[in-house]
C-alpha cells in the first residue's frame, strides 16, 4: 500500500475514534440538544469524507474496499455544502448504525498493510 493511502486510512480511523469517544453515552437527545456535539460530530465526518475521496483517487482499490465508500463521501459533501439540510437524526443514526462498521474495515485494512 503506498504511504500516502496509509496516512489517509489512518486519518480516517484517528476521526473515527474521536467520533465514537466524542459520542461515548450519549443518546440521541443529548446529541440534539448539544450543538457543540453536533459540531464535532460533522467535522470528524468532513474529515473521514474528504480523506476517502483523496484515497478514491489515489488509491481506487484500496477506497472501495470500504462497504460505503460512496455514501460516506457523499455526506461529506452534504455537511460541507448543503449544511443547512443536515438531518441530525440521520447523522445519529449513522454514528449509532454505520460508524461501528467503518471502524472495523479501515481498522483491518490497516492492520493488513
Given at each position: 500500500m503506498p504511504p500516502e493511502s496509509l496516512k489517509l486510512l489512518t486519518d480516517i480511523a484517528q476521526a473515527a475514534d474521536e467520533l465514537s469517544a466524542f459520542t461515548a453515552g450519549s443518546d440521541l437527545n443529548r446529541y440534539l440538544s448539544d450543538a457543540m456535539l453536533r459540531r464535532a460530530v460533522e467535522r470528524c465526518?468532513?474529515?473521514?469524507?474528504e480523506a476517502l475521496a483523496q484515497l478514491r483517487k489515489l488509491d481506487p482499490?484500496?477506497?472501495e474496499s470500504i462497504s460505503d465508500w460512496r455514501s460516506i463521501i457523499s455526506f461529506r459533501n452534504i455537511l460541507i455544502h448543503n449544511y443547512g439540510m443536515i438531518d441530525h437524526?440521520?447523522?445519529?443514526?449513522?454514528?449509532?448504525?454505520?460508524?461501528?462498521?467503518?471502524?472495523?474495515?479501515?481498522?483491518?485494512?490497516l492492520a493488513d498493510s
Amino acid at each position: 500500500m503506498p504511504p500516502e493511502s496509509l496516512k489517509l486510512l489512518t486519518d480516517i480511523a484517528q476521526a473515527a475514534d474521536e467520533l465514537s469517544a466524542f459520542t461515548a453515552g450519549s443518546d440521541l437527545n443529548r446529541y440534539l440538544s448539544d450543538a457543540m456535539l453536533r459540531r464535532a460530530v460533522e467535522r470528524c465526518f468532513e474529515i473521514i469524507g474528504e480523506a476517502l475521496a483523496q484515497l478514491r483517487k489515489l488509491d481506487p482499490t484500496t477506497a472501495e474496499s470500504i462497504s460505503d465508500w460512496r455514501s460516506i463521501i457523499s455526506f461529506r459533501n452534504i455537511l460541507i455544502h448543503n449544511y443547512g439540510m443536515i438531518d441530525h437524526r440521520k447523522t445519529w443514526d449513522i454514528v449509532e448504525s454505520e460508524l461501528p462498521v467503518l471502524r472495523q474495515e479501515v481498522n483491518a485494512l490497516l492492520a493488513d498493510s
